[in-house]
């Protein structure tokens, strides 16, 4: 196992710090801060922390390695690797493709000449598994803008979240047409 440098300690130490203070669930994730990543490489382990953090966007160091990997994801570059401690902790990356892998509120269409053409507002999603269960789904576009679909776990172990995916979802709903029950069916 390689070991942190001193200043590589007192970041992730800072951060540790901050997340703490965001979240009581953020003890799972303790052993993910002590895997150092190769120094020109971003770090797996650091933005899979983030990711699985209630808000990422409301921890200042994890808000410029996101948007990296965001920005790396676009350009075709695979997800950071992180040699991590635990069994069953990874992350993965899928791109989004409307409307079967992207979420329904997010799902514009239009019709052409021929066909129904749909768009999902995000390029891709990276899914995070702590101890072999789904734990948050993070839809992202190249610009930094994401969302966070946490499963009903995370969000029992987190207690609070943003809720911009559910908040998001809710619009949605309420704007579908009503459901006419078929007046021929049994």
């Given at each position: 196992m390689?070991?942190?440098?001193r200043?590589q300690?007192?970041a992730?130490?800072?951060?540790w710090?901050t997340i703490?203070?965001q979240s009581?669930?953020?003890l799972?994730f303790a052993?993910?801060?002590?895997v150092a ?5 971003l770090?797996?382990c ?6 699985a ?7 200042p ?6 948007r990296e990997?965001?920005r790396d994801?676009?350009l075709?570059?695979?997800?950071p690797t992180?040699?991590?401690a635990?069994?069953?902790n990874s992350a993965?990356h899928q ?10 509120q ?7 000449e021929?066909?129904t053409?749909y768009?999902?507002a ?8 702590i101890?072999g269960e789904?734990f ?13 679909e946490?499963s009903?776990a995370a969000k ?9 995916f559910?908040?998001?979802y ?8 009503p ?5 021929t069916?049994p």
């Amino acid at each position: 196992m390689t070991f942190l440098s001193r200043p590589q300690r007192h970041a992730a130490d800072h951060l540790w710090v901050t997340i703490a203070q965001q979240s009581r669930a953020i003890l799972l994730f303790a052993p993910l801060a002590m895997v150092a990543a190769r120094a020109d490489a971003l770090d797996g382990c650091l933005v899979l922390l983030c990711l699985a953090a209630p808000s990422w966007r409301a921890i200042p160091q994890c808000v410029p390695p996101v948007r990296e990997l965001f920005r790396d994801l676009a350009l075709g570059r695979p997800f950071p690797t992180c040699a991590m401690a635990g069994a069953g902790n990874s992350a993965s990356h899928q791109w989004a493709s409307a409307p079967d892998f992207c979420p329904p509120q997010y799902v514009s269409s239009f019709d052409t000449e021929n066909s129904t053409q749909y768009d999902c507002a995000f390029e891709g999603a990276v899914s995070v598994s702590i101890r072999g269960e789904p734990f948050v789904r993070t839809w992202w576009r190249r610009d930094g803008e994401a969302v966070s679909e946490f499963s009903p776990a995370a969000k029992a172990q987190l207690g609070s979240w943003n809720r911009r995916f559910e908040d998001d979802y809710a619009v949605w709903a309420a704007m579908q047409p009503p459901v006419v029950p078929d007046p021929t069916a049994p």
